[in-house]
């Protein structure tokens, strides 16, 4: 068996109030499970940095190529100084919960969420049920709900309006 390695790490300080609220407003505003996934994406954010940072003696081709990778993922990045200037909250807002919020097909980042887990969104037409998935740029348009979920929403609709029409 493979050993999985973690993802992130622990804070330097577990009991630093100002840290502890600034995540809980994160945790709040993109509807996140807990706070290991913010520590999460400060961990690849901090990869992105040190593959910038090796990258500066590169050549230019190199460089290219992995600024190409990131403007695929969502962010508008030209420079190495634009990659070093990237935060957490920029990678927050490419979470999948944040894109469906924005399309309008749910009405919270904690709704989405929910939507996700239970299989209820797809992308171009597949299932996806990772709220943390990073929606690349081309997929952005492809989410939608999934047909038998439209269909169930549909019926809905219907029924709610048939009995306002009946009062």
Known sequence: MIRKHKKFSWPRKLYDKQRILEENKLVEKYG????R????TEAKIKHFRNRTK???TASQEEQNKFFDKLNKIGFDVKTIADVLALSKEDLLKRM???IVVSKGLANTPKQARQMIVHKRIAID???VNVPS????????NLISFKKKYKKLKIAKKKES???KNES
């Open 32 to 35: 996140l499970k807990n706070k």
């Open 37 to 40: 996934e913010i520590w999460k």
């Open 54 to 56: 090796s990258l500066i």
């Open 96 to 98: 999948l919960t944040n």
């Open 125 to 127: 037409n597949k299932t």
């Open 133 to 140: 998935y990073l929606v690349k740029v081309t997929e952005e």
């Open 161 to 163: 309006k048939e009995i």
